[in-house]
């Protein structure tokens, strides 16, 4: 008798940051026979369409189908909610009816109104955290009053999580005032049912945040599954497709890739600041001036939008040791061995690809989860040091300098790059058969099967 197929419904944030975990989280399903429907609005359906191989696409409106950016987030979100709810189940119920019902909704934990169309319908249903383990636990000790808001103390305590300062909280709570509180409330409401969820998956890997997931473990039954690169960059005996994901910032051009053939090991600074932040004038000249002055080779990723902010004449002045681009191939350049260093806003995909890869990073945290990320980084994996800004909240050319020469030279860079190779191997470890997040992700489907 034929093995009943699972039939997974996969629904992230319409965000490139969450995607394209989502999706290889998808993949990798779809690779222990399970059958895989990926949702999402109108404005991703075609780019991810192109990026999904065998995977099928459904769009969800949010609305909003000629586009939200003027639209407030709290206005977005009820319509979103209300819109959204009834296009999901009227999808289930489609699938349903085409012979192909869903076995389960892995759905991103932004969009907890998900989890209420899986039990309305009967469904079950797997939250998907999309940063790291210890974000979650910040966000489900704000939402469980464990913390209140703005902060009062300038030292933070949670079970589970070093001893943080409340700068190195994520920045809707350490600048309270600076946010409107929808910003605050988005980032909570993400537990307020979580504990109807079925399953609840983390784009982390157990050995990385093996505190924080065994403290929380009781609260929160957290499965890791992560990292969610292309397996072939954790582990080169493996060939599977290179795309990792869709981009919003098109053409992905592989221009730096023989520029990058052209330098030595660990030569090269790479610079980037993902798919959101928007660095201002004054830092992004401050970024400049500490990459001319450290002298070394650089490939500085600043997107369409942002290259009007870079110094007058800079390219020109640094064109025989620096390559600009508007968007690259991040993992295949975190791989590439002429990197010696990443110069990064710390967002956690960048972060847990740096890890993965056995890249030194030099964090620049601007906002959301960054700041958490680079405490991480620095004081707890070890793997980077933090490029420190001045009271008015700018890294000058002094510090971007001596942070690229201590990484590149010094001897406390020695250290931090063997930490990194470190966690390179236990990435890979963790994704390896038998590995801690290989074991969930087999069991997981196992479960769905049995049902
Ligand atoms: C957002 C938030 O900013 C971040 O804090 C949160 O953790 C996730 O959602 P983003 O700012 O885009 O993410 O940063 P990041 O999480 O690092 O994701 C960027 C992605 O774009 C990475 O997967 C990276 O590989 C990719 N990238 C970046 C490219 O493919 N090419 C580039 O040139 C730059």
């Known amino acids: 008798m034929e093995t009943h197929k699972a039939h997974c419904l996969i629904f992230p944030c319409a ?13 990798r399903l779809q690779h222990q026979g399970t059958k895989i429907t990926l949702a999402t609005t109108k404005f991703f359906f075609k780019t991810l369409q192109e990026v ?19 639209v407030p987030l709290d206005t977005y979100n009820a319509v979103f909610q209300k819109v959204g709810s009834e296009n999901l189940t009227e999808l289930i119920l489609k699938l349903k009816d085409l012979g192909c019902p869903v076995d389960c909704i892995v759905y991103d934990a932004l ?46 305590e949670i079970p589970g999580l070093p001893p943080l300062l409340a700068s190195d909280l994520p920045s809707f709570f350490s600048n309270y005032g600076s946010y409107p509180p929808i910003f605050q ?56 497709d290179k795309q990792y994901g869709l981009s919003r910032f098109m053409p992905m051009t592989n221009d730096c890739m023989p520029w990058l053939n052209e ?46 902010k870079l110094p007058k004449d800079f390219v020109k002045e640094t064109s025989d ?45 601007q906002w959301i989860d960054q700041s958490t990320n680079a405490k991480f980084v ?30 590149m030279e010094g001897e406390k860079g020695q250290e931090i790059r063997k930490n990194a190779d470190n966690w390179k191997d236990l990435a890979r470890k963790a994704f390896d058969d038998g590995g801690s997040s290989d074991k969930n992700i087999k069991d997981f489907v196992s479960k769905l099967i049995q049902s």
């Open 15 to 27: 965000a490139q940051g969450h995607i394209n975990p989502m999706l290889q989280f998808a993949k």
């Open 111 to 156: 969009i907890s109104w998900a989890l209420d169309v899986a039990k309305s319908l009967g469904l079950r249903a797997a939250a998907f955290f999309t940063q790291s383990c210890a974000v979650y636990k910040i966000y489900y000790h704000v939402y469980a009053g464990l913390l209140k808001l703005p902060l009062e103390e300038s030292k933070v």
């Open 52 to 70: 999904s191989g065998s995977i099928a696409v459904e769009t969800i409106s949010d609305g909003y189908d000629e586009g939200a950016n003027e």
């Open 185 to 240: 409330m988005v980032a909570y409401d993400q537990m307020k049912n979580i504990h109807e969820a079925d399953w609840i998956f983390c784009n982390t890997f157990y050995k990385l945040e093996e505190e924080v997931i065994d403290c929380t473990s009781k609260i929160l039954p957290i499965k890791t599954i992560g990292p969610t690169i292309p397996s072939m960059y954790l582990d080169k005996r493996l060939q599977d």
């Open 378 to 407: 620095v004081d707890i994996w070890k793997t980077g040091i933090k490029a420190q800004p001045d009271e008015t909240g700018i890294v000058r050319r002094d510090v971007i300098h001596e942070c690229i020469s201590v990484v």
């Open 321 to 365: 040791r620096g390559l600009f681009i508007s968007w690259c191939p991040q993992l295949e350049v975190l791989a590439h061995k002429s990197i010696g260093c990443f110069i990064t806003h710390c967002g956690w995909n960048s972060t847990l690809e740096a890890l993965s890869l056995g890249v030194p990073m030099i964090g620049m945290p």
């Open 263 to 308: 330098r030595s090991t660990s030569s090269v600074v790479y610079v980037s600041f993902g798919s959101l932040a928007e660095l201002d004038a004054e830092q992004m000249e401050e970024v400049a001036q500490g990459l001319r002055t450290s002298n070394y080779y650089f490939l500085w990723v600043v997107r369409e939008s942002e290259s009007n």
